[in-house]
Nanobody, 127 residues
Framework: VQLQASGGGLVQPGGSLRLSCTVS????????IGWFRQAPGKEREAVSC????????YYADSVKGRFTISSNDAKNTVFLQMNMVRPEDSAVYYC?????????????????????WGQGTQVTVSS
C-alpha cells in the first residue's frame, strides 16, 4: 500500500486549500483513509477519515464545519478541502490507510489503527 499526500502550501487566514492523497495497492474490501496533522512541538492528531464501505466521514471537533473529506469515484484519491483556515491549522498533514474491522468506525482517530502512511505535506496559515 502506498499513499502520496500533496497540495500543501501557504494560505492566508480565512482562505482555502485542498489536499490530495493518492492511494495505491489496497486490496481490502473495507478500509479507511484518514488525515492526520502534526504541528511543531505538538503530537500528531487526527483530522478526518472516510470509510470505503459506505463513504461515512468523521471529523475532529476542531475542523468540523470547515474541512470536508471526500474521494473520487475510483477511490484512488482522497481529498481534504480546508476552508476558513486558521493559523492553528498550520501543520504537516499526513494521510494514512487502515484495514477495516468492526471497531474501525468507532476508533477512526487512533493512529495505531493505521498501518500505512504517506509522507507529509506542509500547510502554513499566515498573513
Amino acid at each position: 500500500v502506498q499513499l502520496q499526500a500533496s497540495g500543501g502550501g501557504l494560505v492566508q487566514p480565512g482562505g482555502s486549500l485542498r489536499l490530495s492523497c493518492t492511494v495505491s495497492g489496497i486490496t481490502w474490501d473495507y478500509y479507511a483513509i484518514g488525515w492526520f496533522r502534526q504541528a511543531p512541538g505538538k503530537e500528531r492528531e487526527a483530522v478526518s477519515c472516510i470509510m470505503s464501505k459506505d463513504g461515512s466521514t468523521y471529523y475532529a471537533d476542531s475542523v468540523k464545519g470547515r474541512f470536508t473529506i471526500s474521494s473520487n469515484d475510483a477511490k484512488n484519491t482522497v481529498f481534504l478541502q480546508m476552508n476558513m483556515v486558521r493559523p492553528e491549522d498550520s501543520a504537516v498533514y499526513y494521510c494514512a490507510a487502515a484495514q477495516g474491522d468492526i471497531l474501525l468506525s468507532r476508533l477512526w482517530y487512533r493512529q495505531t489503527r493505521y498501518g500505512f502512511w504517506g509522507q507529509g505535506t506542509q500547510v502554513t496559515v499566515s498573513s
